[in-house]
């Protein structure tokens, strides 16, 4: 059990303290109610965004957006600027934060965005002086969703402090920061974790999430308490945004037990390894595609934009082609069409192994030739292994009239001759399913008989 006065409560908090040493939330263990393992935890990610307080309740990165944005309008009510409504949001924005945003009873403004793919400082510059008197916040997202780190991140933020908004950052992509750099330490005032995406379960694993707050010290007192639990939260907490005290308690043991296990070492190897496994890829596709955004050292953060648009013009092939044509080659295909249409947007992170990223790379090569016959005329356009793709063992064992050989079709490179993975239906017609609802019910005949 936890001593309540000590702050290394056992063993795995042991192996944190050398690197993370004077774990400020250690008081927080006073609060009986926590958990001990969620005591931890609050610490830990305190250690690790720089962040005065946590707030574990939001269940996913847009709810902790939603609490961020409450938080800050609490703060501003708290001082009597009601009317502070504005939120800038950069182009390049993930839709939950509009969203959020406009839940949280605020009006968007957009902010342009440079051909790098960074915020265009003049353009936030300018709409920051507009909006001075009504500005409550900016959101931003860093390294940004363009994959590149904002060079001017520090800034951006002392401009929107200028004008009297506070920074929510969407952290999202601490992947990219964790052991490296603390969203405190450059600017932002309250920022959400997607604990499903950094801490541990992969991205893009599916499965519930949990999206936790951190704020500055002059946002602690308003963070959510509970109408049932005592003791949750800022002494002049918002209202509870989930039913739970604290959270996901299914999902929170794992993040507990991840940073417990990798250490503060480990984490920040793991940053580093996520940012050169992008670079990797990034590196090694640049001569068969167009890396959309990079920064000041032609380097991207810990995801990379593939451009595929050309490739329409070119070859009438679309990116949902080349995502089809993965599946063939064993792969299930990367971010599609976000956060530019048309394009594929890779993040390894630090788990896949060089062999791995190298099996990746080695297909969306041999993509780009198959692409290229489209292109020199030597395979029709419509009918081709792109068009067709994913090919099935219907397909297979069918009648075969098509201009390909089955080889091609279902092994084209010999790993997929070792580990194949075989999809079980063909292409089905992208979101027309989604756009055409059909009523699959029976008619109140069916129930005379
Ligand atoms: C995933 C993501 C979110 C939303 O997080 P959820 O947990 O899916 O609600 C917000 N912003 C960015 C940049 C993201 O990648």
């Given at each position: 059990m936890h001593d309540e006065t000590e702050c290394d409560g056992g063993d795995a908090t042991d192996h944190l303290a050398g690197v993370w040493p004077d774990s400020s939330l250690c008081p927080r263990r006073a609060n009986q109610r926590l958990p001990a393992a969620l005591a931890d935890l609050e610490a830990w990610l305190a250690e690790i965004t720089g962040f005065a307080g946590i707030s574990l309740q939001p269940n996913a990165g847009a709810q902790g957006e939603y609490t961020g944005l409450l938080v800050i309008r609490e703060y501003h009510r708290q001082r009597g600027d009601h009317h502070r409504q504005v939120c800038l949001i950069p182009q390049s924005a993930h839709g939950t934060n509009p969203a959020s945003a406009v839940m949280a009873g605020m009006t968007v403004v957009a902010i342009a965005c440079d051909k790098a793919g960074n915020i265009d400082v003049a353009d936030l510059q300018a709409k920051a002086e507009q909006h001075r008197d009504n500005l409550a916040a900016l959101m931003v997202t860093y390294p940004s969703t363009h994959g590149v780190f904002e060079a001017e991140i520090i800034t951006i933020c002392d401009i929107v402090h200028t004008n009297g908004g506070q920074v929510y950052m969407d952290g999202a992509n601490m992947n990219a920061q964790?052991?490296?750099?603390?969203?405190a330490d450059f600017g932002a005032d309250v920022c959400h974790l997607n604990l499903h995406k950094t801490f541990c379960i992969p991205h893009g694993g599916g499965g519930p999430g949990v999206g936790p707050i951190g704020v500055k010290a002059h946002l602690v007192p308003y963070l959510p308490g509970h109408s049932l639990v005592a003791g949750v939260g800022g002494h002049q907490g918002i209202g509870a945004?989930?039913?739970?005290?604290?959270?996901?308690a299914s999902i929170l043991p794992i993040s507990w037990m991840y940073i417990a296990m990798m250490g503060g070492k480990g984490l920040t190897r793991a940053t580093e390894i996520a940012i050169l496994n992008a670079n990797y890829i990034a590196h090694r596709l640049a001569g068969h595609y167009d890396i959309l955004y990079t920064g000041q050292n032609g380097r991207v953060a810990h995801e990379c934009i593939l451009d595929l648009r050309p490739f329409k013009k070119s070859a009438d092939i679309g990116v949902e082609d080349v995502a089809k044509r993965l599946i063939d080659y064993g792969f299930h295909p990367p971010t599609m069409s976000w956060p530019v249409a048309g394009t594929l947007m890779v993040e390894p992170t630090e788990s896949e192994s060089n062999v791995e990223l190298d099996r990746f790379c080695e297909a969306m090569i041999a993509i780009r030739e198959e692409i290229r016959a489209i292109e020199m005329g030597r395979v029709d356009r419509d009918n081709n292994l792109l068009k067709n793709a994913p090919h099935t063992p219907v397909d297979l064992v069918s009648d075969w009239n098509r201009p390909y050989s089955r080889e091609q079709a279902v092994f084209p490179t010999s790993y997929t001759r070792l580990a194949k993975f075989w999809p079980a239906v063909n292409r089905i017609d992208q979101a027309f399913g989604d756009r055409n609802l059909v009523c699959s019910c029976v008619g109140m005949e069916a129930y005379q008989a």
């Open positions: 964790v052991g490296l750099c603390r969203p945004v989930t039913s739970a005290p604290w959270g996901s």
